[in-house]
């Protein structure tokens, strides 16, 4: 059947939003109006004609409602198949008749979690009847129309005046796949909540993920892959899929993924002084403290003004106009930070290509949570790294202690670590990185790298040496041998911090101590593939 002539509908909303409009445009066409409980009244209120559903079944609703659309008149009205002649008898038998179009939307299960309710609370917000009747009415969609998405009443209110109170074939098959979609989700909300909340299951037997999708993106990496944003169903951290984009063209699968990465690494100083971020390719180029955010800026870009062009920037405070005309110096793909001014806004809007995107506040970096890897055929699941220096002790292995500034560059080295693709080195002094080698097979090259990067900054900025002479360099792993720790004592490094571990360890500390090098054990390991 193409067109079906709405006849009769059952209207069984938690989300009372725009049923009233719905409904009456389905009076208007002569569907008879079924309805229990909170959405009769308000259909009443409104003055609508509704038949309550204990009149259609015979039975009242009952177990505090509980028990109201689960019954045969109900879902053999909804599932019998309308050409079908011992189906047809069927009906005629037990006096059950068609339903046409069923509008519903389930219990606030996610909201009811999120706003801390207590654990009855949560499960009498676990909908029954809600799921069952869309799932009949799903499967039974060559004659049914199924709606659970208040988004949806306009274009069903156009379709019945279209076809004078008739749905199409194409719509119900929409509707059904995408009511499919909604039990589906709100299924794994609830057994998400079982087995995580509950019983306290971090890798639950099966993994319930319901995610919505959000932006559809030009292309992913790159231009022959399709991409899409996809967030979370139901509450979730603020980060950079939930940020507000003031300006610019759309974002694109790259642009996520940095501005993500950027974000994630300026969230470490968020409650420290103002931080500039700068990344290129999910890696971090250049971070920076400052007294000021146009300080940290240009301290951060000094480090690496090549990479910086065409790069993503993340701030920890709300972005000011002399910042952002500094950064308007070059071209960058994307500004993210908690807020921005007027005079901040203005100077970007004469670069139309330049995306602003405003965070609120900032993620919190020790917050828990999976991170999900695809692989051929599965997925890697682990809990998210939110490990930090304020976690361990920190244990000086040579024979010289760190001052209070190379531990403190230390610190700071070790942070940026943590964001920088392994194998991972970076060189800081007064906040602010020197150079960073990332994503090398192995660590000599990195320290390396780095060293030469520093070099390159300072020749470029006409420094007398390279910050790397009196830094402190951080390795996101054990030096499973001296000659990357002799590289950056060759850089000019006076102190190393590293998770240590490695069965050369006595060597390493030997080579530290015969350079004078103060080093610092975290037994804490940050690889970031």
């Known amino acids: 059947m193409d067109h079906v002539t709405a006849q009769r509908a059952l209207l069984s909303v938690s989300d009372k939003s725009g049923i009233v409009d719905l409904a009456t445009a389905l009076a208007s066409h002569g569907v008879e109006l079924v309805s229990t409980g909170g959405t009769a009244s308000a259909l009443r209120d409104a003055g609508l004609n509704v038949r309550d559903i204990s009149e259609l079944t015979g039975f009242p609703e009952m177990m505090d409602g509980r028990v109201k659309t689960l019954h045969p008149v109900v879902h053999g009205g909804l599932l019998a198949v309308r050409d079908n002649p011992q189906h047809v008898a069927s009906m005629n038998e037990h006096a059950i008749g068609a339903i046409d179009i069923v509008v519903v939307n389930l219990y606030p299960f996610e909201a009811t979690v999120a706003k801390g309710a207590d654990r009855d609370t949560i499960i009498e917000n676990i909908d029954i009847g809600g799921p069952s009747m869309v799932r009949s009415a799903a499967k039974n969609h060559d004659a049914v129309a199924i709606v659970t998405d208040p988004a949806d009443y306009a274009a069903l209110i156009a379709e019945l005046a279209e076809t004078g109170g008739a ?26 909540w079982f087995a995580v909340a509950d019983q306290g299951q971090a890798f639950p037997d099966t993994l319930p993920l319901a995610f919505t999708r959000g932006a559809e993106l030009r292309y992913g990496e790159n231009p022959h892959q399709s991409a899409s944003l996809y967030i979370p169903r139901g509450p979730a951290a603020r980060g950079i899929a939930q940020a507000e984009q003031v300006q610019g063209k759309a974002l694109s699968y790259n642009n996520y993924n940095d501005a993500d990465a950027a974000l994630e690494l300026v969230s470490e100083f968020r409650d420290g002084p103002p931080t500039v971020v700068i990344v290129k390719h999910a890696n971090p180029c250049g971070v920076a403290t400052g007294e000021t ?31 952002a005309r500094a950064i308007s110096g070059i071209f960058t ?31 919190d970096p020790a917050r828990g949570g999976l991170m999900v890897k695809t692989i051929a055929g599965g997925l890697l699941v682990q809990s998210r790294d939110a490990g930090n220096l304020d976690q361990v002790e920190l244990k000086v292995v040579t024979k010289r202690q760190p001052t209070s500034q190379e531990l403190a560059d230390c ?119």
């Open 333 to 363: 793909e994307v500004v993210a930070a908690p807020s921005a001014d007027d005079e901040a806004k203005a100077v970007f809007a004469a670069k139309k290509n330049l995306r602003l995107l405003l965070t609120g506040e900032l993620p």
């Open 293 to 323: 955010l146009i300080e940290a800026y240009q301290a951060a870009l000094a480090c690496d003004s090549v990479s910086a062009f065409g790069g993503i920037i993340a701030v920890n405070r709300p972005l000011d106009g002399e910042t």
């Open 411 to 529: 610190r700071f080295a070790w942070t940026v670590a943590k964001h920088v693709k392994s194998n991972a080195i970076v060189y800081a002094k007064g906040g602010s990185t020197a150079g960073i080698g990332a994503g090398q097979m192995n660590r000599l090259e990195s320290a390396r790298i780095a060293a030469w990067k520093a070099k390159d900054a300072a020749d470029k900025a006409g420094w007398s040496e390279a910050r790397t002479i009196g830094s402190a360099v951080a390795s996101d792993a054990f030096f499973p041998f001296a000659d990357g720790l002799l590289a950056a004592v060759e850089a000019g490094a006076t102190a190393v911090i590293q998770p240590g571990g490695s069965i050369r360890d006595d060597e390493v500390i030997a080579a530290a101590d015969e350079a004078g090098l103060a080093m610092v054990f975290t037994g804490m390991r940050h690889f970031r593939h």
């Open 167 to 192: 749905t199409t074939l194409a719509t119900r098959r929409r509707f059904a796949a995408k009511a499919y979609a909604a039990t589906a989700a709100y299924d794994s909300a609830i057994a998400q």
